[in-house]
């Protein structure tokens, strides 16, 4: 049923959306270094790696560069376009593409290089990585702001590899544990509610039983509803 709701949703964007990527595609090509398509190796089902698509919002050397693969607040790696982009996550959209191929799925947990998933056990991401990896997820609208979270870190690297990998790890295995097409369906809406009001927490009040944040980042969440709300 997933695969199914998968084929006949990314089939259905890709030719909605034809107009805005045709659009993005050519304002692309005449702005920054003129790069279109980012590919980068991403752990896939069962932790087989695969070429994840995204529009370029960055320099191209980035990953060779200050920070790898984590972006953060005012990050001098992002192109001018590549700042709307990212803020909108209108730079995911070619990911419809591996929806379509079978990399992904629309809903699932979020793919991630290997080297920021040093900190988790292999089984842990075994049991996460047991299903096809998301356009979109749990862990993907709670930290749609995920830049601003690393905001005020000394060492923003260990961070993310020893604060907020491990509970993306732990909502995305929620996720796997609790799969159901209901939830698969949920997550859409509630992803598309969360990119137009910009409320990441969204998801708490309709999975309360989802794993708690450490305290680190929950003082981090509060502080951004706080900030969102004025």
Known sequence: MQRLSDLILASSALFLLS?????????????????????????????????ILK???????SPSMLTGSITVPDDPRVLPVGKILRKTKLNELPQLFNVFLGNMSLVGPRPHVE??????????????YSVKPGLTGIASIIFRNEEGLLEGERDQRAF???????????????????????????????????????DSQVIFRFFPKLPLPPERLKKKFRNETTVRGG
Do not use: H
Not at 115 to 128: A, F, T
Not at 185 to 193: E, R
């Open 19 to 51: 107009p805005l990527l045709i659009c993005i595609c050519f304002l692309l090509r005449i702005t920054g270094e003129g790069k279109i398509i980012y590919r980068q190796q991403r752990l896939g089902q069962n932790l087989k790696p695969f070429w």
């Open 55 to 61: 529009f370029a919002t960055m320099l191209e050397a």
């Open 115 to 128: 080297r920021d998933l040093e900190g988790i056990p292999k089984k842990d991401l075994m049991y996460c």
């Open 160 to 198: 993310y590899r020893n604060v907020i990998a491990p509970y993306k790890n732990k909502l995305e295995s929620w996720y796997v544990k609790n799969n159901k097409f209901s939830i698969y369906c949920t997550l859409i809406v509630l992803t598309i509610y969360s990119v137009f009001a910009g």
